[in-house]
């Protein structure tokens, strides 16, 4: 059977692991063809040094239906992001669909040390990583999103616009990489709106990343064992989540009420009426302002 995606055109920047990949995975299942980018290959890992590759992303879309296409691309390279929007205008003509996802700067953030403390290379390294790659993408990409009306530009970030807004985000340049996503969204939202496209920023929950399965010494069958240091981990959520909230706005004939917003993996849940992958439908952003943050023992009743 046809998914709701088939025949529409997504490119995943920053596929590689993490949202990106779910987000990926779920467009595949949807129908879509995808292509993902990232610099880890099979044969080039990136600075991670972690084993997950742009083509096993891709072997996963296709895998659940859709047709995944993995293009080793570096986002900071002006030029390797013009062929690869040349790549796909020649091969399919369209683009409806762009996920700007890249980060890549997991290992070059502190924790709660001031900006005059925290190692200058790695947060100037991180501010381009995370949103100059972004510009980059969008600058030579959305020409070919406009070619048809509808398309739609998700900024993946972390948090929402409201919880971050009062929030001190780990670190000055985490805090101010994850901010300029979220403005990203809203200003695209304004230069695409009037010309037939929309923007949105879109943050998933505390995700249950490879990276953070690993920090936590646990696999995605096994992530409960996280729960007696880490009790606040039960309001986590899988990377096909936010896949599914980025599916479900790609498949809304009305997407353009969205325009310009702040958006959350469990909010649009309660809109679409989609689960994680256990049927549940965790609410984090709520859940950390609420209880988290407020100090209350762990308790995911009431959202999840």
Known sequence: MPGPLDGRVALVAGATRGAGRGIAVELGAAGA????????????????????????????????????????????????????????????????????????????????????EHDLDNGLRLLRLAVETHAITSHFALPLVLRRPGGLVVEVTDGTADYNRDAYRVSFFYDLAKTAVLRMGFALGHELGPRGATAVALTPGWLRSEIMLDHHGVTEETWRDALDRTPHFAISETPRYVGRAVAALAADPDVARWNGRSLSSGGLAQEYGFTDLDGSRPDAWRYLLEVQDAGKPADVTGYR
């Open 33 to 116: 063809t995808v292509y993902a980018t990232g610099r880890s290959t099979r044969a080039h890992r990136s600075e991670y040094d972690r084993p997950e590759t742009i083509e096993d992303t891709a072997d996963l879309v296709t895998a659940a239906g859709g047709q995944g296409i993995a293009v080793p691309t570096d986002h900071l390279e002006p030029s390797a992001v013009q062929a690869l929007v040349d790549r796909i205008a020649a091969e399919q003509d369209r683009l409806d669909v762009l996920v700007n996802d890249i980060w890549g700067a997991e290992n070059l953030f502190a924790w709660d040390r001031p900006v005059w």
